[in-house]
């Protein structure tokens, strides 16, 4: 049987309903910019009915309705979407990383240029074949030992900035270890916090809006898997490898190691390598891009001096001219035999160990231009200086050793070889970087017309609910209006 107030509970019951669907568009609205914030909805429905009474032998006419509730209030996000956005961030930070360091090598490298390594070799090669047009020529012989300087420099600099971009990627990695540990140990609090306030039948929306944005950013640096268990928590797994399990999160750290100086990582106490995502782009770039790189320039460095140490030292100078001699004298010596003041006839072990022979700085005669000659034949020719010019056309032998050539090649192919080697690279990382952005792109349009706010549609959600609202405060004043004349006008007759 319903009340003589039914009217005013039903206009009550509306007023709240629309009030709640109004506030939740006003937090939308307000959130429009908010990052991985998700629109909300309310959700309503009927309340119960009433059995409302036939006149006619007690026969009930039906229901009578009650109004209506706000049931829930609804975050609009698709998980499905999720998974693949999360899927295919982790290819774009890989790519990312990749296509970083690329960029980073290409630049110290600095070739096609005037300045480059193959540029300052081109012009050596030409120092020493004007040399050996009048070898006994002071300004020719100064010409050789600057450019050859400036070969030995460029190696120098080549290798230490290239060393430097090695230690910036292990201080990438130590960076991004502590990110990824930050970011398990919010989420493991937010599991927590949504785990006190869903058991008593709330749904805390902004709470699951800010621990996706946490997970989202997770995916780009590992792969990771989310797992809905009880209470509203996730579990987060990285690669298989249990992450973050309700309340708490492993640690996941980088530490050094003592043998080779780079930072490793520990996932819970256990060795962990990631084979995807920014951090596993980032590895790879320090163990494997990079010292191939320092790798080739080495060798390249190596057969270099090598080629003209070994005939420089068969060689004659003008002193060994003038003193009836041979001096024995590599050209290139190696810096750190060198501070050592151990034999100066050790030839440099890498790109970072080249410096011109002091004998040769100190003194321009010691540059051996010419080979002995027979018995009775003039003294001086321009042999040796020919021979080390003819150098940069000489095909050197492929080998298996530490510091031979890969495959048969003159130095200058060696070099270009590598230099194309690495535009290829670049290329294939900034090509798939693209493809992972639009697909990552593509990805997150779709979520954003599942769960971005609309300006445009909230208003004319506000609209909507406006007009309801006042409509229930229309329908409750005139129960009012009912009301008071039964109340105030009815038995007067008469008065």
């Known amino acids: 049987m319903r009340s003589t107030f039914h009217g005013l509970e039903v206009s009550k019951r509306g007023l709240f309903a629309q009030q709640a669907a109004l506030n939740t568009t006003g937090h939308n609205i307000a959130n429009t910019n908010t990052e991985g914030y998700s629109r909300q909805r309310v959700n309503m429905v009927t309340t119960n009915g009433l059995p409302y009474v036939g006149l006619q032998a007690g026969v ?34 890989y790519w990312d990383a990749r296509a970083e360091t690329l960029d980073k090598l290409e630049g110290i490298m600095n070739e096609p240029s005037d300045t480059g390594l193959a540029k300052v070799m081109d012009q050596m090669w030409q120092a020493w074949q004007d040399l050996a047009k009048d070898p006994a020529d002071t300004s020719a012989r100064a010409v050789v030992r600057e450019r050859s300087k400036a070969v030995a420099d460029t190696f120098n600099t080549l290798y230490t900035h290239l060393e430097e971009v090695r230690t910036d990627l292990d201080n990438v990695v130590n960076v991004k270890s502590l990110e ?52 509203g928590m996730v579990d987060i797994t990285i690669e298989g490898r249990a992450f973050v399990t309700g309340v708490t999160s492993q640690p996941f750290v980088a530490t050094q190691d003592p043998v080779t100086g780079k930072s490793n990582i520990t996932l819970g106490g256990a060795a962990f390598t990631p084979t995807t995502g920014y ?29 003209i140490n070994d005939l420089h030292r068969a060689g004659r100078s003008l002193t060994d001219i003038a003193n009836g001699g041979v001096q024995d004298l590599p050209f290139f010596v190696d810096a750190d035999a060198l501070a050592a003041n151990a034999a100066t006839k050790d ?130 004043t005139s129960m009012d209006e009912v009301l008071d004349k039964v109340i105030n006008g009815m038995g007067r007759v008469g008065l």
């Open 279 to 307: 951090l596993a782009g980032t590895l790879e770039s320090r163990d494997q891009i990079v010292p191939n790189i320092l790798n080739r320039l080495d060798v390249l460095a190596v057969n270099l001096t090598k080629e």
């Open 347 to 476: 030839y440099p072990k890498g790109a970072s160990k080249i410096v011109v022979n002091p004998a040769i700085m100190q003194s321009l005669d010691a540059i051996a231009a010419a080979k002995p000659e027979a018995a009775g034949t003039p003294v001086g020719n321009n042999e040796s200086a020919l021979a080390i010019a003819s150098i940069k056309f000489k095909v050197l032998a492929a080998g298996t050793g530490p510091t031979d050539l890969a495959e048969s090649s003159t130095l200058d192919n060696y070099y270009r070889y590598t230099i194309s080697q690495m535009g290829i690279d670049a290329q294939e990382a900034i090509r798939n970087q693209k493809n992972a952005e639009m697909l990552v792109g593509t990805v997150n349009n779709q979520r954003q017309s599942v769960s971005g706010v609309s300006i445009d549609e909230e208003m004319a959600e506000m609209v909507k609910y406006q007009h309801a609202y006042s409509a229930s405060a229309r329908v409750m």
């Open 60 to 93: 009930e006419a039906g229901l009578m309705g009650t109004g209506v509730r706000a049931d829930s209030i609804q975050r609009l996000r698709e998980e499905f979407l999720d998974i693949q956005y999360r899927n295919e961030y982790k290819r774009q930070g």
């Open 180 to 231: 990824i540990n930050s970011l398990g140990q919010q989420i493991a609090a937010l599991n927590s916090q949504i785990a006190n306030v869903e058991p008593h039948g709330y749904s805390p929306n902004d709470l699951y809006d800010q621990r996706d944005v946490l997970i989202d950013k997770l995916s780009k640096l590992v792969e990771v898997r989310a797992t809905q268990t009880v209470n």
